[in-house]
């Protein structure tokens, strides 16, 4: 299975556009809001080349109801940014010998997702337009991580306050938006936004919680996160993660963040 979903990665980012439009420039950022190129300015992503692809890993906690214990949890993910993609595969060990596999993807303008036991034994796939907007969502909130892919033409902006943008991105056949939060530094620090949840696929406020800024290819991004949706009853945090290694444009260049975490 891990050798599937490495050769299905790769794959992934070898369908990517790999030509670059040269180096990121200040008039770029200067035509985003201005919440955007404060938070651009404080990533440094003047002069950095576009990302094309990403390779990267985490390591965290997850759990799958409120009040539910956390489980260990390691993943790899593979992004494209032409055409936007993503396949992320996590593995939780729920017991010695035990464990279970969630496999999300956007490619092709449709999202899935894909939950095994023991690598396995395959639950129902989950697709539709629901996954389809929910999966782009978090494409475009995991933007994040290779912050030269906010300047896609595929993303409208709407600047909300002093702080805070909405990103919305247009595929021919879905869109989703979030809502970008910066603080007085320029850090972004929240990614909201209303997401389908549940078999019920009602929306719901999502969000992801982000810090620990370190350097990457130049780029300063966040290396610790939180993702939670807020419910009725109350907030539901059920991933504790952090990034534990990074590689764009398949360079070879690998910049680690495991003793630094």
Not at 2 to 17: C, M
Not at 188 to 211: C, D, F, H, N
Not at 224 to 243: C, K, M, N, P, Y
Request: aromatic share 10%.
């Amino acid at each position: 299975m891990i050798h599937n979903i490495h050769h299905d990665g790769l794959a992934l980012l070898q369908q990517a556009d790999q030509e670059q439009s040269g180096l990121i420039t200040e008039d770029q950022v200067l035509a985003l809001p201005a919440p955007v190129q404060r938070y651009l300015a404080y990533a440094q992503v003047i002069g950095k080349d576009p990302v094309c692809t990403v390779r990267l890993s985490q390591k965290g906690y997850m759990r799958q109801q409120p009040g539910q214990k956390w489980i260990p949890l390691v993943a790899e993910q593979y992004f494209s940014t032409t055409p936007q993609a993503f396949l992320w595969h996590g593995t939780m060990r729920l017991f010695p010998f035990f464990w279970m596999t969630g496999t999300d993807r956007f490619s092709g303008r449709h999202g899935t997702m894909r939950i095994k036991l023991l690598s396995v034994i395959p639950m129902p796939l989950a697709s539709g337009p629901k996954m389809d907007q929910g999966e782009l969502q978090r494409y475009l909130g995991e933007i994040i991580w290779f912050p030269t892919a906010w300047f896609s033409d595929a993303i409208d902006w709407q600047i909300i306050d002093d702080h805070s943008a909405q990103a919305t991105l247009h595929e021919p056949v879905v869109t989703g938006s979030v809502v970008l939060h910066m603080n007085e530094q320029g850090q972004l620090t929240l990614v909201t936004a209303q997401r389908y949840m549940g078999k019920e696929g009602l929306l719901t406020p999502w969000s992801i919680q982000l810090g620990k800024y370190r350097e990457a290819g130049g780029m300063l991004i966040p290396t610790i996160f939180e993702v939670t949706w807020h419910l009725a009853s109350g907030d539901f945090t059920l991933f504790r993660g952090q990034i534990t290694e990074i590689e764009y444009n398949q360079s070879g260049k690998v910049t680690s963040f495991e003793e630094a975490a």
